[in-house]
């Protein structure tokens, strides 16, 4: 991580620090909002978040209010970190650290980046559903230097949690059911947001969030228990966060739940024995906010002192928001509770990440780079756009109804078309307005002959008037549907995950009109569409895409670009089937049409659309699967022909089941895949590798075993739809 000469510079730099300076480093700040209301700061959240008081209410009241920045504070070397991302009051801030405080010790400015900071990407679930490891990596890049040049120097990104249970809001901001793609995705994001050290203005600190199995919460309630078995927390909650420290992720961030009774703020298992000791993680862990006092609430801290001491003994280096470190622990250290040993060490990972990333020598960011990027850089558009054609997922397309004529009269329809903060998706936080691209701003841009009626949206009433003369005057009517930004994301979990409002309705009366109906969903979860699956003829999945969603949807729509993105997460048909994935253990009495199986009365078992799955407007023949084993891996070959009339590009999938094992194992699992660009009438022969030393699971005790026996492998176009073979492996 660091230069011998480095590593000395921050020894010496720690052998002179007091107490109270050391303990300041491991104390994060935000922003601290002062005066101009009459309600604490929370409680205003909270009118804002029930409705009590409009956006534009809270706007007001926020023009007249002060924020105190801890400048004072910042001056004593009692701070260590602040979160911002203003670059002209970053270099501020950073100068009181460098010229004003004692030793002249920087700050880290870490803020949320989950998919872009200004150049907004698609939300991690649909962009997991590209299937392409490069993307990952170069939106990640753009992210990094748009974050250098806002000051940042810490991305609190990417973030991992494997989500099976779309209840959880979540589940929008991480890459989808599956550990091995979550992997790939973790890889892809570290190399772009740490890789590029040609220059101190490209990269950033990634940190992993949140540790641990925090996605797994019971009933897919934010913020609520988790409770698994060690091999189910190695095998599939823990996968991508070693991925990504192997990669080299330099930090991660602790998860608000608890895990098997202990909360993951206060964890040494988890974050001691596992991340530091195990994985090795060279870098520093911060709580979430206010992660060390909820450990009070939750009843395994007596108070604030307590919570503060469990912490930092368990590995928990940086305290965010809080102040518990700051009013707590050096009384902590002089009382015995916490070692010396175990202060420095929290305080060397901070300074050594501060050190890699060269704030000791560039604290400041350039004037240059400040107004280089008061306008978005056009290459970082195209990366945007790129990324969200290639996660958008074409569901159904009966009678080819796609890709629309130009010069056909285009109906569009619903309030989530034209409106530009609906297209940027869950925790996307610096975004301007000016950048943001609405379908009906694409479609109009692609030279479409489109005409739009609102009609109504997943809140309100249905104007049905409005669908009627949509229906008469457009030859074919497109309905943009599904969720708002605000119904998923944090403290979004939902107990009826399917489309809200009033919204299939509208879908009914367009169909009852006989007009063709092409249905294009916003949403940021998988949501439970039983009914439109049924009913209505052509489906596309667009996620929340970003700032350049619209152009994306209206090359797609319009045939300009062949649909490749695939499903990153199994969609339901009804709400009650979640926790639903298709990795999941063989049962006993695998799900069938006879009663005494797996399966629901008033309910298929199965999912509506599984994982992996997607459409194109061409179709792939899979043939001649053959597997070939070396002493290191099975090469798994197979041919795969483009027989449409269009050029695409195929996601091919292998997938894996362990047939007989000293633990249950899944039905299938993910172990490799590539995007294969194939011309009309092409036929190409795909070879995947999968290294034996990848076919293995952890057991109760942690340990990875290999097991000699017999494996299915498959290969296919989905989870679903795969071609077979059996081998025997003894290893």
């Known amino acids: 991580m660091l230069t011998d000469a480095q590593k000395a510079r921050v020894e010496e730099l720690l052998s002179q620090m007091t107490i109270e300076e050391k303990i300041g480093q491991m104390n994060q700040e935000s922003p601290s909002i002062v005066g101009g209301f009459s309600v604490p700061f929370p409680e205003l959240i909270e009118m804002l ?42 270099n501020e801030l950073q100068k009181i650290a460098v010229e004003e405080s004692r030793l002249g010790i920087p700050l880290i400015m870490g803020f949320d980046v989950i998919h872009g900071l200004r150049t907004v990407y698609p939300i991690a679930i649909a962009e997991a559903g590209s299937f392409d490891t490069d993307l990952f990596e170069r939106t990640a890049r753009v992210a990094a230097k748009e974050s250098r040049a806002h000051g940042i120097g810490w991305n609190f990104a990417p973030m991992l949690d494997v989500a099976r249970d779309s209840r959880w809001g979540r589940v929008s901001e991480g890459p989808g059911e599956d550990p091995y793609l979550a992997s790939c995705f973790a890889c892809a994001k570290i190399r772009g947001l740490q890789g590029d050290r040609s220059s101190a203005e490209n990269y950033v600190a990634a940190c992993l969030k949140h540790y641990v199995a925090y996605s797994a919460c019971e009933s897919g309630r934010d913020y609520n228990t988790t409770s698994m078995s060690i091999s189910q927390l190695h095998n599939v909650y823990l996968p991508p966060f070693k991925a990504a420290v192997e990669e080299g992720a330099l930090t991660a961030m602790a998860s608000f739940n608890d895990l098997n009774g202990v909360p993951c703020t206060v964890n040494p298992y988890t974050l001691r024995k596992i991340l530091k000791g195990e994985y090795g993680m060279p870098g520093f862990v911060v709580s979430d906010a206010n992660g060390i006092k909820e450990c009070v609430t939750h009843g395994i801290a007596e108070d604030d002192m307590d919570a503060g001491v469990q912490a930092v003994n368990a590995g928990l280096d940086m305290d965010m928001g809080t102040h518990i470190f700051k009013d707590h622990l050096k009384q902590a250290v002089e009382e015995g509770r916490v070692s010396m040993e175990v202060l420095d060490d929290a305080v060397r ?132 549907v599904g969720e708002l930004v605000s119904m998923s994301g944090e403290a979004s979990s939902k107990a009826e995950t399917g489309m809200p409002g009033r919204q299939r309705e509208m879908l009914q009366a367009i169909l009852d009109s006989g007009r063709p109906l092409v249905t294009v969903l916003m949403n940021g979860r998988p949501m439970a569409l039983g009914w439109e699956g049924e009913h209505l003829p052509v489906m596309v999945e667009a996620w929340h895409l970003g700032i350049q969603m619209g152009n994306a949807v209206a090359a797609v729509l319009l045939g300009d670009e062949n649909p490749s993105g695939r499903l990153a997460s199994s969609f339901p048909y009804v709400t009650g089937q979640c926790p639903i994935y298709y990795n999941h253990p063989s049962t006993g009495r695998p799900g069938s049409k006879s009663k005494f199986t797996s399966r629901y009365l008033d309910a298929p078992f199965k999912a509506l659309f599984p994982f992996g799955y997607g459409l194109s407007y061409t179709t792939y023949e899979y043939s001649d699967m053959k597997v070939q084993e070396t002493a290191d891996a099975l090469e798994v070959s197979v041919n795969v022909k483009n027989t449409g009339d269009r050029s695409g590009t195929e996601v091919v999938q292998l997938y894996m089941q362990d047939i007989t094992a000293s633990l249950v194992r899944p039905v299938k699992e993910l172990k490799g895949f590539t995007r294969v660009p194939l011309a009309a009438g092409e036929e190409k022969t795909v070879t995947l590798v999968l290294a034996k030393k990848d076919m293995g699971f952890y057991n109760n005790e942690g340990e990875y075993v290999l097991e000699d026996g017999k494996f299915n492998l498959f290969v296919g176009a989905n989870s679903e739809d795969c071609l077979s073979e059996q081998v025997t492996v003894k290893f």
């Not at 409009?54 to 007001?60: A, D, L, N, P, V």
């Open 49 to 90: 978040n029930d409705g009590r008081i409009s956006q534009e209410e809270f706007g007001q009241i926020m023009s007249t209010a002060k924020r105190d920045f801890h400048e004072d504070d910042i001056r004593a070397g009692l701070v260590g970190s602040m979160m911002g991302d203003d670059p002209v009051k970053a």
């Open 349 to 480: 990972r901070i300074l050594s990440v501060k050190m890699w990333l060269g704030l000791f020598d560039n604290p400041y960011v350039s004037e240059e780079n400040i107004e280089k990027y008061k306008k978005l850089p056009q290459e970082h558009v195209e990366v945007a756009l790129e990324a969200a054609k290639k996660s958008i997922v074409l569901l159904k397309n009966e009678g080819n109804v796609l890709p629309l004529d130009r010069k056909q009269k285009i109906s569009l329809v619903g309030t989530l078309a034209a409106n530009s903060e609906e297209v940027i998706g869950a925790w996307a936080m610096s975004w301007k307005r000016e950048d943001c691209v609405t379908i009906l701003d694409g479609m109009k841009n692609a030279g479409a002959n489109v005409t739009y009626y609102a009609c109504g949206g997943p809140e309100g009433e249905i104007n049905y008037d409005e669908v009627k003369k949509a229906c008469e005057e457009g030859d074919v009517v497109v309905a943009v």
